[in-house]
Structures are given as structure tokens and as C-alpha cells.
């Protein structure tokens, strides 16, 4: 029974308040009702479930607001709240399905935590995620790729739910027929100019021995191998990487007896943490990477420089990718800069008029000078000077200082705080963690 897989979607226990994403198409259409229906039966669950369901008008098609409003009208016929979003910001450049798509889960995100939901259901099917395979099957995808869509994703502060991932869109339309329900048919589902539609054409064919089915115990397989590499990686993560002021080390001859799949991840896992991108680069560029590695040579990639020594490999900021940051600091002294470092005045110094920069070759000089006066001077006081920072020239320079106009106050990273402090604000722990998401 289709309420059973929703039940079982959400165990073990269910959230009390549930997001439902709904198109107006018959598969978020039915998942509407089939959550209505579950969030009423309180004695099969106990507990009260509070829906609110919310429609993004992309304004791409002349029928989308009255869509949109169409689905106002079943929430509300359904006793469930229901809200309507709208995509106002497309400045028509680039793919305009996949930048949709990205504007709806960012509308959809933040729609959620302004009304305290941290779970969003989605209406996705059997037969969206076997297209889903049969599509990355095309672009040569790898195992992350055919795993393709989760049950239940972490995105951001919310998680993404799919209660109907196992069901047959074709069992869905026909529940929505037996109760009487109507759907909106989009007509771009039908337009063979993209790529998912004609997908949908082969898989109905069946040729080559393709079917829905098929293609999503592949997506489950894959989805298995993925958990399993993930464990590896974070094990060999483990032994192998440490942090040093915000750069990924790691030691070279573990990284050497790892299977090259599991050392791709970890590199670029590493890039996507030190550049605090969202994605990390692609398969040809991860490829030259490792063939440089292997032969020793220093790459720069995804804004990041990849430095191979005899025992180490760092990664840490590339200077061209901060060189242009330039930043004021807030009432109270403190700026965080390339997302990720977070500077702090001396306690009862004023920041006003200081700007927070890369320190880049002229700053690094600088802070050379002014260490080896302090040497000196250390040195005649018959003290033993603090020990010089060992990181590399190039990744000195790509570190936070602060400046007044072309002056450098402080560098905190380079060994010259003048009583200014340097906090990392991005978990090294989340790097470790993320192989296990
Ligand atoms: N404009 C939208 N507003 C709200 N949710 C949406 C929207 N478009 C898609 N979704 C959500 O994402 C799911 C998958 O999207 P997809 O584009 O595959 O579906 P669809 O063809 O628009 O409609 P449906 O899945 O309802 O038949 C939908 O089932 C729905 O939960």
C-alpha cells in the first residue's frame, strides 16, 4: 500500500513538522495527499504532525502562477497551510532547468527555516530516479553519480525527504484517478529538447534490457559501494591527514599504499574544504592532479595549491583566489575573511579604518624584517626567540593580515599578531565527517 512506504520513509519516528514541495504534478500532487492522510492517522503514529506545503513559481511558463495558486487551492481543501514562492532573480544566462532547479532549493531552504521545518518532503519516483541513472550513465558518471537520489539527504539545516523513491509514478497517477484528485501536466515533460524526456522515451522502450527497475537496484548498489567507500575514506583519512593552520597535510607514504579511488576522494574532499567551495573539481581535472603527484610537481587547483615535499602533500590557498578580498572589520573588532578565518583586534584597540587583506610578497618582507630585529633583540636579552612558521612562502602569503592603507599592522598567521589573533572558523572535524554523509 502506498501509505505503507510513506510510513516506512519516515521512520523511526516521524518529524512533527513536515515541508511537502509541490509542484502541482501528479507525483507531488499525491504525495500531498498521501501525507495528508498519514499525518491524520495519530494513533498509527502518535503524535500530531503539522504539514505546510509550499509551491515555487519559477514565472518561466505564462500558466505558473495560476498553477501555483491551483495547489493553494488542494492545500487548502486539505486543511494544510500552504505558501507560495516566487523566483524573481534569473538573469537569463546559463542552463535555465539546472538553475531552477538550484533557486528552488535555495528558496525552498530558507522557506523552511523561517517556519522552523527541518524536513522537507519531495515527490520524487521510482521512475525519476531511474532517469536520473540512465542520464549519468550517458555523461560517464562514477559510482556517486549512479547512486543518484537518497531516500533522505542532509541539505544544509534541512533534510530532504523522498517517501515515494520506490513507487511507480504509473501507481500514484492511478491512486490520484481512484480518489477523484486532478493534476497539472507540464508540457515540458513532454519536450524531447531536454534530456530527462527523452530518457523517459528510452526507458519505455525497454530496449537493451533497460527498465525502471533495473536502473534503480543499480542506483541502490551504487548507493551501497558509495557508504562503503566513504568508511574507507574516512579511515584513511584519519591515519593519513592532519590540519596545520588551515591547510590540509597529508602524509605522502600512506597516501602512496591507498587504492587510487579512495586517494582522489580525499584530495578532493581536502580542495573542497580549503576553498569552501560547494563542489569540488571535476573527474578530468582530479585525474591531472594525481598524475602530477605522482610525479611530484606542485599543481594549483579549485583556488587552491597542492604541494608535494618528500614526506608531505599540503594544500592550502592559492594567493590569486584571496588577492582581491579586501574588507572592513565590525564594531567590535573582528572580520571573517575567505569564509573561513576570523580576525580579532587586541582587546580595547580600535579597527576603525582597517582594512583586512591578503598579506601577500610585500607584507610577507615585511613580517621578515620585523622577526629578525625581534630575534636579535631576543637573542641579546639572552631569550630564546619563538620558532619562525614553518609553512611555505606561498601559503604565507595567501594568509589574512590587516593593513592601515599600504601599512602592515598584523599578520597573525605569519608570526607577527601584534597582539591580534587569527580563529579558524570551518570545522576540521566536518572534513572527516563529510566521507560519512
Ligand atoms: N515548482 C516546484 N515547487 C515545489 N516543489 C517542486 C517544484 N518543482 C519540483 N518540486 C518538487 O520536486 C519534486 C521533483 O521535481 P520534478 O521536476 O521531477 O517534478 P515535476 O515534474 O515538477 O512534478 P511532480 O514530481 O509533482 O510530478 C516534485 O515532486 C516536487 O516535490
Known sequence: ML???????????PPSRIGVAVSGGSDSAALLHLLHDFACDETAHGRHIALRAVTVDHGLRPESAQEAKAVGEMAEALGV??????????????????????????LMADWAASHDIHHIALGHTADDQAETV????????GVDGLAAMSPRRRMGGVTLLRPLLTVRRAALRKHLQARGIAWIDDPSNDNPAYERVRARRALRTGEAGLSVEALCTVAQNMAMVREALGWQCFTAARNHVRFDAGDVVIARQGFRALPVEVSRRILHDALRWVSGAEYGPRGPAMGLLLEALRGGTVMTLHGCQIVPNGTEIR???????????DQGFDPSGQALWDGRWQLNAPQGVSADGLRLRALGEAG???????????????????QV??????RPHAALIASPAVWRGDALVSAPLAGCAEGWTAELRRETESYFTGFLE
Not at 594544500?315 to 578580498?325: C, D, K, P
Open 364 to 382: 610577507l618582507a615585511y613580517c621578515r624584517r620585523c622577526r629578525a630585529k625581534a630575534e636579535t633583540q631576543a637573542r641579546a636579552a639572552g
Open 134 to 141: 540512465l542520464m549519468r550513465l550517458g555523461r560517464a558518471a
Open 81 to 106: 497551510a500552504h505558501d507560495i514562492l516566487k523566483w524573481t532573480t534569473w538573469d537569463g544566462t546559463g542552463n535555465m532547468q539546472d538553475c531552477a532547479r538550484r533557486a528552488r532549493y535555495r
Open 315 to 325: 594544500i592550502f590557498r592559492e594567493f590569486q583566489a584571496v588577492r582581491a578580498l
Open 385 to 390: 626567540p619563538p620558532p619562525a612558521p614553518a
Open 3 to 13: 501509505i505503507e512506504r510513506v510510513r516506512s520513509a519516515l521512520q523511526p519516528r
